[in-house]
């Protein structure tokens, strides 16, 4: 039976050659579009950027590490963000989520051109004192192309990506997930050709993660699927979910970070300060005297 509820899956082969994820990520996008109000362009970008940080997050062996993917393109969607703590819970957010451009064919959105042409910087905090940062040149903007090609360039792991995000006719999320395949080092050279014929077919089917979805496979049936030949076996699957750590301690630490000189102009000028937290739209509003009492404090 298929699982209808958001989670990860993660397995290995026999022989320890390639280690694989899949993620089904359908709520948490349709949750992301509901708090952003995207269109279709950008609920398809942030799903497969908000897919791929499940996916990586969830990697990470320390409980209080993150990942945080920042797409910087100079296409109309402006920069995406999107971020995972290390057990695939995720948050993330499209500068501007109300973009729209011309499909590429009848319900093939271009989010290629809708990123642009920039740079992906991959933020790794895995709990050591300063987080690890590699930064790529964006291959295509389609977003899978270019986490595969992070992972070649920067961490030489060769890595097939696959992400997709179907959206409905009322522009709900109907269908979002995605899956990696990574080889490891040593793995031998007829398993890259097995592996790479595996991927050439799919794509020669015409199929997709949506599409697989589409016809009823969950992401666990998905991987056992992409790697049947492979000697596949599971090691663990769990929730995921849409999930924002804000809290008003940490907005009140970031409005405290402006510095005195601004801190006293609102002061001033302001009767209350609103901030709304860009991954969840939450506001969180301080008084003239909160600020009063924040400025005797820096
Ligand atoms: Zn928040």
Redesign the pocket.
Known sequence: MSNTKDFIVRGITRDGYIKAVAVQSTELVEHARQIHQTLPLGTAALGRALSAASMMGDEIKDPNGSITLQFRGDGPLGSIVTVSDSEGNV?GYVQNPACDIPRKAPGKLDVGAGVGAGVLTVIKDVGEKEPFAGKVELLSGEIAEDIAYYYYASEQLPTICALGVLVDVDQSVKQAGGYMIQLLPGAPEEIIFILEERVKEEAAAGRSVTSMMEQGMDAKAILEYMLDRMGYEELYQHEVHYE?K?SRDKVEAAVLSVGREELKRLYEEEDTVKVT?Q??D?EYVFTKEEIGEMLLRV
């Open positions: 948050r924002c804000c937290c991954f969840c939450k």
